[in-house]
């Protein structure tokens, strides 16, 4: 007896979900343990990357109530207790309190007047290539000047060179040292030329463009308002 249409479609349905079941189970017996192994291995790295950022999170906490910790105890000038948690965070792998706590540290000395103690911290600072630029440059700039007495000018210069131009953030702090190492020099004309250029930068907080005009025109440097001045007396020719 022939297959009606209807019957004929569903005796298709029936083999073609068969040879599907057929397939599928063709595919679990060759594959069906890597498969399992690939999602057990999949959970197991979910579950340590957790695990890895709750301990950095939980670690961060910690080092954070250290430093807060070092903090309250400088400010009731106790530098003794705030020794041990700013030595461990010394050690940090976290920059930010890597940084904080050595500069508190050196910060300490310079209170203790140890100089050469506190230097040494800021040239750590400045030497550790892992941390930010920034604090790097400031490291420089004020291991320079714990060293001042004890540098010859012309290294004083150099260092500050790259950090005394137009536009660094840093302008203020370190064209005051590089002018101060001319002075030493006996460079009154180079000096007057940096105190010019931070008097010039409007970036550079008020207080030390007011002492840089001050001394450009001790100095008698032309201070940028006079330059200005004299350009536009020559436009008015």
Do not use: C
């Not at 189970?25 to 690939?38: N, P, S």
């Not at 007011?210 to 536009?232: C, H, Y």
């Amino acid at each position: 007896m022939a297959l009606t249409p209807q019957n004929n479609e569903a005796f298709l349905r029936e083999v073609d979900d068969e040879l599907r079941r057929d397939q599928a189970i063709h595919v679990w017996k060759r594959y069906g343990r890597a498969l399992i192994a690939a999602v057990v291995l999949a959970l197991v790295a979910l579950a340590a990357f957790l695990f890895w950022q709750h301990r950095q999170t939980a670690a961060a906490e910690r080092e954070g109530e250290q430093l807060q910790q070092a903090f309250d105890s400088l400010g009731a000038q106790d530098a003794k207790a705030a020794a041990a948690p700013l030595a461990a965070l010394a050690e940090s792998s976290r920059d930010g309190y890597r940084a904080a706590a050595r500069f508190t540290q050196a910060d300490v000395l310079l209170q203790k007047d140890d100089l050469r103690g506190a230097a040494a911290i800021f040239a750590k600072i400045a030497e550790d290539a892992s941390l930010a630029q920034p604090y790097r440059d400031l490291a420089l700039i004020r291991q320079t000047s714990a060293e001042f007495d004890q540098l010859k000018p012309q290294v004083i210069v150099e260092r500050m060179r790259p950090l005394a131009v137009a536009g660094n953030a840093w302008l203020g702090s370190a064209g005051e040292l590089m002018a101060a190492a001319y002075l030493r020099e006996g460079r009154r004309d180079l000096a007057g030329q940096v105190f010019a250029r931070i008097a010039a930068d409007a970036e550079v907080p008020s207080s030390l463009r007011q002492r840089a005009v001050q001394m450009a025109g001790v100095l008698e440097t032309k201070a940028p308002a006079a330059a200005s001045g004299k350009s536009e007396g020559v436009s008015k020719r």
